[in-house]
């Protein structure tokens, strides 16, 4: 099941953004939480809209009414501090000149009651603001139609630079994967929640590396649970994408694996996952 914060990534992630975190504070000073904005640059539209997702913050009686003050703050972002700009040649877009719409989506932990969200809408509306709540019953809804259809087992290491983008490309092609970054809450269970993937994903993608390959510990357990699956089911459920291992490396690590076929990364991330998704649609 994927959680509220995964959402809050997935959306809008087609569009460029700008993300500033900044910590929350009860009246003594103690730092609670860490709260997420970010501003979207939709080239096309010609337009910016912003996001927040609140993490639940018992000590504060209502989050979203304080960081609704930054929104001036963040669209002096593109405008003082961050130049973005977008397109091709001559036909280029800086981001300072597209039109706020006044959208703003708050993704809270802690649903806000009715009454709440009355008072802070009528007072964003008298900005020209238009909000928009999403919550516990936002996620669950989603959660019941949306099923990740693959789990990416990778090494920490490659996180950033290959899983983190192949995640990213996938679910804006409406690919769930099930990945740890989005998947995973304070507090869950790590062992029961990777399992919990394993076995309901239709598909696992491994992310073949060095460092994949040369480590002992969750990548090599995650492979061996797979591969057990695979002869339990009798069927295929691994997808192998290669990234600067040979042949030879990947029969050393498993002689089974090195004879499945594989996406190579080296041909770029939309292309190794539109190879994939040819695939995983079908299942």
Same mark, same amino acid.
């Given at each position: 099941?994927?959680?509220?914060?995964e959402y809050f990534?997935?959306?809008?992630?087609? $569009?460029?953004?700008?993300?500033?975190?900044? &910590?929350?504070? =009860? !009246?003594?000073?103690? #730092?609670? =939480?860490?709260?997420?904005?970010?501003? +979207?640059?939709?080239?096309?539209?010609?337009?910016?809209?912003?996001?927040?997702?609140?993490?639940?913050? &018992?000590? #504060?009686?209502?989050?979203?009414?304080?960081?609704?003050?930054?929104?001036?703050?963040?669209?002096?972002? @593109?405008?003082e501090e961050v130049?973005?700009?977008?397109?091709?040649? =001559? %036909?280029?877009?800086?981001?300072?000149?597209?039109?706020?719409?006044?959208?703003?989506?708050?993704?809270?932990? *802690?649903?806000?009651?009715? %009454?709440?969200? /009355? *008072?802070?809408?009528?007072?964003?509306?008298?900005?020209? +603001?238009?909000?928009?709540?999403?919550?516990? !019953?936002?996620? &669950?809804?989603?959660? *019941?139609?949306?099923?990740?259809?693959?789990?990416?087992?990778?090494?920490?290491?490659?996180?950033?630079?290959?899983? %983190?983008?192949?995640?990213?490309?996938?679910?804006?092609?409406?690919? @769930?994967?099930?990945?740890?970054?989005?998947?995973? *809450?304070?507090?869950?269970?790590?062992?029961?929640?990777?399992?919990?993937?394993?076995?309901?994903? @239709?598909?696992?993608?491994?992310?073949?590396? @060095? $460092?994949?390959?040369?480590?002992?510990?969750?990548?090599?357990?995650?492979?061996?649970?797979?591969?057990?699956?695979?002869?339990? !089911?009798?069927?295929?459920?691994?997808?192998?994408?290669? +990234? /600067?291992?040979?042949? %030879?490396?990947?029969?050393?690590y498993s002689p089974?694996?090195?004879?499945? #076929?594989?996406? /190579?990364?080296? &041909?770029?991330?939309?292309?190794?996952?539109?190879?994939?998704?040819?695939?995983?649609?079908?299942?």
């Amino acid at each position: 099941m994927a959680t509220l914060r995964e959402y809050f990534i997935k959306d809008g992630s087609s $569009n460029l953004t700008l993300d500033q975190k900044w &910590e929350m504070k =009860d !009246e003594t000073g103690k #730092v609670i =939480d860490e709260v997420t904005a970010r501003v +979207h640059f939709d080239f096309e539209a010609y337009a910016q809209y912003i996001s927040f997702y609140i993490p639940k913050m &018992e000590s #504060v009686e209502l989050p979203e009414a304080i960081v609704l003050n930054a929104i001036p703050q963040l669209l002096k972002v @593109p405008l003082e501090e961050v130049h973005v700009e977008a397109g091709v040649g =001559d %036909e280029r877009t800086e981001g300072k000149n597209l039109v706020f719409t006044g959208q703003v989506y708050l993704y809270s932990e *802690r649903p806000v009651k009715p %009454e709440y969200q /009355q *008072r802070l809408s009528a007072e964003a509306s008298a900005l020209h +603001h238009r909000l928009t709540f999403r919550s516990t !019953e936002y996620m &669950e809804a989603r959660n *019941r139609w949306e099923r990740p259809l693959a789990f990416i087992s990778h090494d920490s290491r490659d996180k950033k630079d290959i899983a %983190e983008p192949l995640a990213l490309q996938l679910q804006k092609w409406m690919c @769930p994967v099930w990945f740890d970054q989005y998947s995973l *809450r304070v507090g869950d269970s790590l062992r029961e929640a990777i399992e919990t993937g394993l076995k309901e994903c @239709p598909k696992c993608i491994l992310l073949l590396t @060095p $460092n994949f390959l040369d480590n002992n510990g969750w990548t090599k357990r995650e492979y061996d649970s797979i591969f057990t699956r695979e002869l339990v !089911e009798k069927q295929r459920v691994i997808l192998p994408v290669w +990234h /600067q291992v040979t042949a %030879e490396d990947v029969f050393a690590y498993s002689p089974i694996l090195a004879d499945r #076929v594989g996406a /190579q990364w080296s &041909e770029g991330v939309e292309e190794t996952a539109r190879k994939l998704l040819r695939v995983i649609q079908q299942t």
